[in-house]
Every structure is written in C-alpha cells, then in structure tokens.
C-alpha cells in the first residue's frame, strides 16, 4: 500500500491528503501564484478547497502569515474560481 502524503491546512490548521489541497507558492523573486502541479520553486502554503475556507483566509489573512508576504487581490480571485 502507498504512502499518502498530508498537509496541514494554513486557514483551518487540519490535516488533509495532498491532493485535496490547492498549494500557493511565494517564488524566489517574490511573486505569489497559484500552484496547481505542487512542485513549482519557492515557499509554499496548503488551502482546503472550500469557500468557506477562502473566506476565513481572506478574512484573518492565513496565506499572508503563511507566506510572509501579502497576497494579491488577484490569487484569491484566481483561487475562488479554481474553487467554484
């Protein structure tokens, strides 16, 4: 039987299976951005896929603590209609 790998959830702090998560990374130059392979270069922070969960992060700004960095306008934009 495989290993399934888990990650914590920065918003709600649960641990989930990987790919039930959406990933999004600080790059080395900076940039926030939606990772939807898993393995693009830089720091990165899991969220559960749920609108409630958006907007708790939007809300007690989770991603930006997790990356250290504020999150653009336009990721959570992006991560509401990977989301539905």
């Given at each position: ?75 959570y934009d992006g991560l509401a209609?990977?989301?539905?």
């Amino acid at each position: 039987m495989k290993k399934i790998p888990m990650r914590k959830c920065v918003v709600t702090q649960e641990r989930f299976p990987k790919k039930e998560l959406i990933r999004v990374v600080r790059t080395p130059e900076g940039q926030v951005e939606i990772d939807l392979t898993g393995k693009r270069n830089g720091h990165g922070a899991y969220m559960q896929k749920s609108a409630e969960t958006l907007a708790k992060a939007r809300k007690n700004k989770a991603l930006d603590r997790a990356l250290e960095t504020t999150v653009p306008e336009e990721v959570y934009d992006g991560l509401a209609t990977i989301i539905g």
